[in-house]
């Protein structure tokens, strides 16, 4: 890790960490409040050239405090992430009253009071305080100055190795603090490899500090577990979390940042300091934890609906050697009878690490094989990265050099840097022309060799430079409209991602007509906005149980900060991994939102066969299972891209108010219906599982009722083919059950509906269905129904508000009812509005010998998906 910087080694994390200042202060005479906007001005009497414009916004929900110098000195601020409506969102403030001294504003439960002298901001939520801004008087705003002799070291040439960093703008940043009264926890600001509850890096009573959460997106090298240090994507989104209360902060800023988090048994404390950039935080006032997520959604977007396909299993390595080898790999998963979706292709696939090309002594048709391999309803995937080879007879490097696409170095030139190709040079993003021209690039026409049933993956784009300082781009490197790198770093890579989903786009749209395909871009580096695009993974971890244990934290910080789409290399990319980790590693993968396999170029091959029969048994019982969980799962991502719930998700944003799971990092909910509790620990004989809420939880395999003690604990003894999980009571579960090679190949297949009862002998669930592909349901080609079960009966509606256009003839095959309370000898099942009557027989939740009968099952009664029924359950004897 000596390769990269500590805040020591930042000038401006140096200067700024922890530093107080109490100089800043609003001018009364200039607060000015109308409909939903405070204006006025900071000034601060120690240095007179401060002079910055505060506008507080009211947006119902949630309130943005912008500051910024005077727009002409040309500060950057991030663009294309808010959302275009949110300006249509802002709502008058109710109440508001301008006094000396301070100025008080009502939005809903919340009161906010704006003091003047030193300047500071209160939100109390339902009478009690929640989040104070500048409380601590760490607020500092560097304002843009002409250099002048006597400067203080580091305010301009920075050297860090042999790099220097010219800094011809000089000092440049922010620093504020934000504290959260009554809270213990807070979580978020991915991506670090740490606990999900966010460790203190300061320790308020003895004014000791360790590594503060660093912001900046790099290629790090077998990163470690359990460590503040920044990765591969950062999204500066802080929620806190208490009894009551939720709330979240937002910090539109793409500079490198650094973050202290500090706690006491009264509140927690925390410090942020950027590089460069504005002021721009968005503070969400929830007060509940799925209200902060929508908050958060209505700012920078909900999640991208995935195609069905993505949500399947993925098979990746660093390489598949050539066109038999991807052929081979492909016929031994039908031979093993093991479902997967998509082949991925890495770099080797390429000539010489020309993207867009292929190697034609490993890969003589490309088009073939992707046809052949669609055949067997599969997709594949190549990567394509950032660095584009120097090489005058590369077209992508003719073109591009031609339109001058290229990020420049200081001196205007265009930068050259090191990464796989050799001499590289790298495509600015910034600039909306290059993004349409790379756009262009995935037309069928211009990437010769590639198929419709061809998706992308963006791997390097944080951007890494092997010859860079932190193994990335200089910060004075230039972009479109003479923007420096550092400005806008950490959001590259989403930029980058977002060209390539455009052009998977418009090639969608010229094959398939309007409504087109929806694109599957994975990307490493991302930002605040990446969830509009698609999916991330967490980089290249390690084949150990740390990393097993660490993914679950890491992918649910991820979806909290509104990427719900992400996952973990399965296996772990570096080092080699035995039969028992592989086993629990796709045990557990079974429910991550992104679930593929993944190895580095070194280590042993590890296909799901390789580890003998009996750990082929298993993995196949892993995948196949989230095959069965693929209905419940694609509804869940719709959710996600209509209110911007995480998937996979911590305990206590579905039971806030149990504070036994504020810090439960090794459980988790995927979706609101079920608890998994995975086998984290090698050799484990058993696992302490914790059941928040009142219950009613069932054993997802067998159906049988789970009895934790009074503090809803238990100890469960695991085999290796055990992975404790668990059916919440009052839910309805859809799945599709029948084996099959591909989501395509079940395309066809009916539905089966898992209904497990509360203590009131309740249920609701619901389903969304679509043709899993295109954008049609954009215009409301879509069926989103409901189902209740209430009074013995189970009906089907659709949900309100939904448009009901999407036709289709699939059924219900299968009910498994899970929790009557009467224990009849018999149970008969009739359609209230036909009379027809159905086999109703005890059985199984899972279709397994040896499975407890446990459940109540109506068999074939072929009740439409998409339509209106009512079912009557009913005691014969």
Same mark, same amino acid.
């Given at each position: 890790?000596?390769?990269?910087?500590?805040?020591?080694?930042?000038?401006?994390?140096?200067?700024?960490?922890?530093?107080?200042?109490?100089?800043?202060?609003?001018?009364?005479?200039?607060?000015?409040?109308?409909?939903?906007?405070?204006?006025? /001005?900071?000034?601060?009497?120690?240095?007179?050239?401060?002079?910055?414009?505060?506008?507080?916004?009211?947006?119902?929900?949630?309130?943005?405090?912008?500051?910024?110098?005077?727009?002409?000195? $040309?500060?950057?601020?991030?663009?294309?992430?808010?959302?275009?409506?949110?300006?249509?969102?802002?709502?008058?403030?109710?109440?508001?009253?301008?006094?000396?001294?301070?100025?008080?504003?009502?939005?809903?439960?919340?009161?906010?009071?704006?003091?003047?002298?030193?300047?500071?901001?209160?939100?109390?939520?339902?009478?009690?305080?929640?989040?104070?801004?500048?409380?601590?008087?760490?607020?500092?705003?560097?304002?843009?100055?002409?250099?002048?002799?006597?400067?203080?070291?580091?305010?301009?040439?920075?050297?860090?190795?042999?790099?220097?960093?010219?800094?011809?703008?000089?000092?440049?940043?922010?620093?504020?603090?934000?504290?959260?009264?009554?809270?213990?926890?807070?979580?978020?600001?991915?991506?670090?490899?740490?606990?999900?509850?966010?460790?203190?890096?300061?320790?308020?009573?003895?004014?000791?500090?360790?590594?503060?959460?660093?912001?900046?997106?790099?290629?790090?090298?077998?990163?470690?577990?359990?460590?503040?240090?920044?990765?591969?994507? &950062?999204?500066?989104?802080?929620?806190?979390?208490?009894?009551?209360?939720?709330?979240?902060?937002?910090?539109?800023?793409?500079?490198?940042?650094?973050?202290?988090?500090?706690?006491?048994?009264?509140?927690?404390?925390?410090?942020?300091?950027?590089?460069?950039?504005?002021?721009?935080?968005?503070?969400?006032?929830?007060?509940?934890?799925?209200?902060?997520?929508?908050?958060?959604?209505? !700012?920078?977007?909900?999640?991208?609906?995935?195609?069905?396909?993505?949500?399947?299993?993925?098979?990746?390595?660093?390489?598949?050697?050539?066109?038999?080898?991807?052929?081979?790999?492909?016929?031994?998963?039908?031979?093993?009878?093991?479902?997967?979706?998509?082949?991925?292709?890495?770099?080797?696939?390429?000539?010489?690490?020309?993207?867009?090309?292929?190697?034609?002594?490993?890969?003589?048709?490309?088009?073939?094989?992707?046809?052949?391999?669609?055949?067997?309803?599969?997709?594949?995937?190549?990567?394509?990265?950032?660095?584009?080879?120097?090489?005058?007879?590369?077209?992508?490097?003719?073109?591009?050099?031609? $339109?001058?696409?290229?990020?420049?170095?200081?001196?205007?030139?265009?930068?050259?840097?090191?990464?796989?190709?050799?001499?590289?040079?790298?495509?600015?993003? #910034?600039?909306?022309?290059?993004?349409?021209?790379?756009?262009?690039?995935?037309?069928?026409?211009?990437?010769?060799?590639?198929?419709?049933?061809?998706?992308?993956?963006?791997?390097?784009?944080?951007?890494?430079?092997?010859?860079?300082?932190?193994?990335?781009?200089?910060?004075?490197?230039?972009?479109?409209?003479?923007?420096?790198?550092?400005?806008?770093?950490?959001?590259?890579?989403?930029?980058?991602?977002?060209?390539?989903?455009?052009?998977?786009?418009?090639?969608?749209?010229?094959?398939?007509? &309007?409504?087109?395909?929806?694109?599957?871009?994975?990307?490493?580096?991302?930002?605040?906005? &990446?969830?509009? !695009?698609?999916?991330?993974?967490?980089?290249?971890?390690?084949?150990?149980?740390?990393?097993?244990?660490?993914?679950?934290?890491?992918?649910?910080?991820?979806?909290?900060?509104?990427?719900?789409?992400?996952?973990?290399?399965?296996?772990?990319?570096?080092?080699?991994?035995?039969?028992?980790?592989?086993?629990?590693?796709?045990?557990?993968?079974?429910?991550?939102?992104?679930?593929?396999?993944?190895?580095?170029?070194?280590?042993?091959? /590890?296909?799901?066969?390789?580890?003998?029969?009996?750990?082929?048994?298993?993995?196949?019982?892993?995948?196949?299972?989230?095959?069965?969980?693929?209905?419940?799962?694609?509804?869940?991502?719709?959710?996600?891209?209509?209110?911007?719930?995480?998937? +996979?998700?911590?305990?206590?944003?579905?039971?806030?108010?149990?504070?036994?799971?504020?810090?439960?990092?090794?459980?988790?909910?995927?979706?609101?219906?079920?608890?998994?509790?995975?086998?984290?620990?090698?050799?484990?004989?058993?696992?302490?599982?914790?059941?928040?809420?009142?219950?009613?939880?069932?054993?997802?395999?067998?159906?049988?009722?789970?009895?934790?003690?009074?503090?809803?604990?238990?100890?469960?003894?695991?085999?290796?083919?055990?992975?404790?999980?668990?059916?919440?009571?009052?839910?309805?579960?859809?799945?599709?059950?029948?084996?099959?090679?591909?989501?395509?190949?079940?395309?066809?297949?009916?539905?089966?509906?898992?209904?497990?009862?509360?203590?009131? $002998?309740?249920?609701?669930?619901?389903?969304?269905?679509?043709?899993?592909?295109?954008?049609?349901?954009?215009?409301? +080609?879509?069926?989103?129904?409901?189902?209740?079960?209430?009074?013995?009966?189970?009906?089907?509606?659709?949900?309100?508000? &939904?448009?009901?256009?999407?036709?289709?003839? #699939?059924?219900?095959?299968?009910?498994?009812?899970?929790?009557?309370?009467?224990?009849?000898?018999?149970?008969?099942?009739?359609?209230?509005?036909?009379?027809?009557?159905?086999?109703?027989?005890?059985?199984?939740?899972?279709?397994?010998?040896?499975?407890?009968?446990?459940?109540?099952?109506?068999?074939?009664?072929?009740?439409?998906?998409?339509?209106?029924?009512?079912?009557?359950?009913? !005691?014969?004897?």
């Amino acid at each position: 890790m000596e390769d990269f910087k500590k805040c020591s080694d930042a000038a401006f994390c140096n200067r700024l960490m922890g530093s107080v200042d109490e100089g800043y202060m609003i001018d009364p005479a200039s607060v000015k409040i109308a409909g939903s906007k405070l204006l006025c /001005r900071v000034k601060n009497a120690e240095i007179p050239e401060v002079d910055l414009e505060l506008t507080l916004t009211s947006y119902g929900s949630f309130i943005r405090l912008h500051v910024n110098e005077d727009a002409s000195k $040309g500060r950057f601020q991030v663009p294309g992430v808010l959302q275009k409506e949110l300006t249509e969102s802002e709502s008058a403030w109710e109440t508001s009253k301008a006094a000396a001294g301070y100025a008080l504003l009502k939005l809903g439960s919340a009161d906010i009071r704006l003091k003047y002298k030193p300047l500071e901001l209160t939100v109390d939520i339902a009478g009690k305080p929640a989040i104070v801004f500048n409380g601590r008087h760490m607020f500092n705003f560097e304002h843009l100055r002409q250099k002048k002799e006597g400067d203080p070291e580091g305010w301009w040439e920075e050297t860090f190795k042999s790099h220097v960093d010219s800094k011809p703008r000089g000092p440049e940043a922010i620093s504020f603090d934000l504290t959260f009264p009554g809270f213990n926890h807070v979580y978020g600001i991915p991506e670090h490899a740490t606990s999900l509850s966010l460790k203190s890096t300061v320790d308020l009573a003895e004014n000791m500090t360790s590594e503060p959460y660093r912001l900046y997106n790099l290629d790090v090298f077998e990163y470690m577990a359990d460590s503040p240090f920044g990765l591969y994507g &950062s999204i500066p989104f802080m929620w806190a979390h208490r009894l009551g209360a939720t709330v979240g902060a937002f910090w539109l800023n793409a500079a490198e940042m650094f973050i202290d988090v500090g706690k006491t048994d009264k509140e927690t404390a925390t410090n942020w300091v950027a590089e460069s950039g504005v002021l721009d935080l968005f503070l969400l006032l929830g007060p509940s934890p799925h209200q902060v997520s929508e908050q958060y959604a209505l !700012v920078t977007g909900p999640s991208a609906l995935p195609q069905y396909f993505a949500l399947g299993y993925h098979q990746c390595r660093w390489n598949y050697r050539d066109e038999a080898d991807v052929r081979e790999v492909d016929a031994n998963f039908d031979k093993f009878d093991i479902p997967y979706d998509v082949i991925w292709l890495d770099i080797e696939h390429t000539d010489g690490k020309r993207y867009f090309t292929w190697d034609q002594h490993l890969f003589p048709n490309p088009a073939k094989l992707q046809e052949d391999v669609a055949e067997h309803g599969r997709k594949m995937v190549t990567i394509i990265d950032p660095h584009i080879k120097r090489d005058p007879s590369y077209y992508i490097y003719q073109e591009a050099e031609k $339109g001058k696409y290229f990020v420049a170095d200081k001196d205007g030139k265009d930068f050259d840097g090191w990464c796989w190709p050799g001499s590289s040079s790298y495509l600015d993003m #910034l600039n909306p022309a290059v993004r349409e021209w790379w756009a262009g690039q995935f037309s069928l026409a211009k990437y010769k060799g590639s198929t419709p049933s061809l998706y992308v993956w963006n791997d390097m784009n944080e951007p890494s430079v092997f010859n860079g300082p932190e193994i990335t781009m200089p910060k004075d490197n230039l972009h479109f409209g003479n923007v420096e790198h550092r400005a806008l770093h950490n959001q590259n890579g989403q930029l980058f991602h977002l060209a390539t989903a455009m052009g998977l786009e418009e090639r969608g749209r010229a094959v398939y007509g &309007s409504d087109g395909d929806r694109p599957f871009v994975l990307s490493r580096a991302f930002f605040a906005g &990446s969830q509009t !695009v698609g999916p991330i993974w967490t980089g290249d971890n390690t084949a150990d149980w740390d990393h097993l244990r660490v993914s679950l934290s890491m992918i649910m910080s991820v979806g909290l900060a509104g990427l719900p789409f992400n996952g973990a290399d399965v296996g772990g990319f570096f080092g080699n991994v035995d039969a028992e980790l592989q086993t629990r590693w796709n045990q557990l993968a079974t429910f991550y939102p992104f679930f593929r396999g993944h190895a580095h170029l070194d280590a042993k091959r /590890r296909e799901p066969w390789l580890f003998g029969d009996e750990a082929t048994r298993r993995i196949r019982d892993a995948i196949r299972q989230r095959y069965i969980l693929l209905p419940y799962i694609y509804t869940q991502f719709r959710h996600a891209n209509t209110s911007g719930l995480p998937v +996979m998700r911590p305990l206590w944003f579905d039971f806030p108010e149990e504070p036994a799971t504020f810090a439960v990092d090794d459980e988790f909910m995927l979706g609101p219906a079920l608890l998994a509790a995975p086998v984290l620990e090698a050799g484990a004989q058993s696992r302490a599982v914790y059941l928040p809420g009142a219950g009613p939880w069932y054993d997802a395999q067998t159906g049988a009722l789970v009895k934790p003690d009074k503090a809803g604990a238990l100890s469960v003894p695991v085999t290796m083919d055990d992975v404790p999980s668990y059916l919440r009571g009052g839910h309805i579960i859809p799945l599709r059950e029948r084996a099959r090679r591909s989501t395509a190949a079940a395309k066809n297949d009916p539905y089966t509906l898992l209904v497990t009862l509360d203590n009131k $002998g309740q249920a609701s669930g619901d389903l969304y269905l679509d043709d899993g592909s295109s954008f049609a349901y954009k215009r409301g +080609m879509y069926a989103h129904r409901v189902f209740e079960y209430k009074d013995s009966a189970l009906s089907s509606k659709a949900l309100p508000g &939904s448009p009901s256009r999407y036709g289709t003839d #699939l059924v219900i095959e299968r009910i498994i009812i899970v929790g009557l309370k009467h224990k009849a000898a018999s149970y008969a099942a009739k359609n209230k509005e036909t009379g027809q009557r159905y086999t109703v027989e005890k059985g199984p939740v899972a279709q397994k010998a040896g499975v407890a009968q446990e459940a109540l099952i109506v068999r074939k009664p072929d009740l439409p998906v998409a339509g209106d029924w009512s079912l009557q359950i009913s !005691v014969t004897k």
